[in-house]
């Protein structure tokens, strides 16, 4: 099936990007924690130093499940390649991330990230594609997680000139639940101090993005100054999730979905909301200076701690 602008359900689903690889070790672990603000309050907080020093013995560093989202950075960096779509890069916003978690990530590995278009919807005067990223093991070939971005591309709509705007998605619609904010008082509150160097630290974790470390840039961007990236404040949300419904548990966390809202900037107070509702936690985070939601989404967890 085709619209009159040549796209087709057949050219979303069979569309793939070059395969990338993504090498890291302890140290690039052990930076992406520290760069979502990892024993940031506590530099012996006795739930996040396992994800920087090899504390009591353990044999290695625990990953963050977050540092998955790194994996298809590069992608993203690259541009979007889709035939019969044109765009302006410096237009593009990060919208949502889709995380779901097959195995514990090694603390040093080397990955294979296959990069598929999950989706494509014309919006009228923008266009979102989404972009799913499977991630394989590089010697044992074992599939480690699936990563979903979705790409907001401003000035890219209107391509399917046709009286129905063309829209498609390779995966079923209730793979991905609604995010519901509860009206109740939530089950934990945390509250976390970004740095005013956040991003500066964050960004050595691969995404380079200069928005995020360029004053000039980021005024041309509408910002009157560099901004958070927003898989930061994400991973500074499941990090709350983590330590307060988790206890500190990286490993009880299952998928993970991310709506970005509202900018943040670097040396902002984060405070994330989160109700336990079943297996499934959702969450809010504000910007507390400015008393504004930035990201909201939920957490799917595999057990629930006794403690609770």
């Known amino acids: 099936m085709a619209d009159g602008s040549g796209f087709s359900h057949q050219l979303v689903a069979s569309h793939r990007f070059p395969e990338t690889t993504f090498d890291y070790t302890e140290r690039d672990v052990a930076v992406y924690a520290l760069g979502i603000g990892a024993c940031?309050?506590?530099?012996?907080?006795?739930?996040?130093?396992?994800?920087?020093?090899?504390?009591?013995?353990?044999?290695?560093?625990?990953?963050?499940?977050?540092?998955?989202?790194?994996?298809?950075?590069?992608?993203?960096?690259?541009?979007?390649?889709i035939p019969g779509l044109d765009y302006d890069p410096r237009l593009l916003l990060h919208g949502q991330q889709y995380i779901e978690l097959y195995q514990?990530?090694?603390?040093?590995?080397?990955?294979?990230?296959?990069?598929?278009?999950?989706g494509l919807h014309d919006k009228g005067k923008a266009a979102i594609a989404e972009i799913e990223t499977k991630t394989y093991e590089k010697?044992?070939?074992?599939l480690l997680c699936m990563g979903?971005?979705?790409?907001?591309?401003?000035?890219?709509?209107?391509?399917s000139k046709s009286p129905q705007p063309y829209s498609y998605s390779t995966y079923p619609k209730d793979q991905i639940g609604a995010i519901e904010i509860p009206k109740s008082l939530p089950s934990a509150v945390f509250q976390d101090l970004t740095q005013?160097?956040?991003a500066l630290l964050y960004r050595l974790s691969g995404d380079y993005n200069p928005l995020h470390s360029d004053p000039n840039i980021a005024t041309v961007a509408g910002f009157s100054r560099p901004i958070l990236h927003g898989l930061c404040t994400l991973g500074f949300a499941v990090r709350a999730v983590i330590k307060s419904i988790c206890r500190g548990d990286a490993n009880a966390v299952k998928n993970i979905l991310g709506?970005?809202?509202?900018?943040?900037?670097?040396?902002?107070?984060?405070?994330?909301e989160m109700w336990l509702q079943?297996?499934?936690?959702?969450?809010?985070?504000?910007?507390?200076?400015?008393n504004r939601a930035v990201l909201a989404g939920y957490v799917d967890l595999r057990h629930i701690p006794s403690a609770l």
């Open 196 to 198: 005013p160097s956040q």
């Open 278 to 290: 079943g297996s499934r936690v959702f969450y809010q985070t504000k910007v507390k200076e400015r």
């Open 40 to 81: 940031g309050r506590d530099a012996v907080d006795e739930d996040e130093l396992k994800y920087v020093y090899h504390e009591n013995g353990q044999k290695s560093l625990q990953v963050l499940p977050t540092f998955s989202a790194l994996f298809s950075v590069g992608t993203m960096m690259k541009g979007l390649d």
């Open 148 to 159: 979903r971005s979705t790409a907001f591309l401003r000035g890219a709509g209107g391509f």
């Open 104 to 118: 514990p990530f090694p603390s040093s590995a080397s990955l294979v990230n296959k990069s598929s278009l999950a």
């Open 139 to 142: 010697g044992s070939g074992k």
């Open 259 to 272: 709506r970005f809202l509202l900018h943040v900037y670097p040396g902002e107070t984060l405070i994330t």
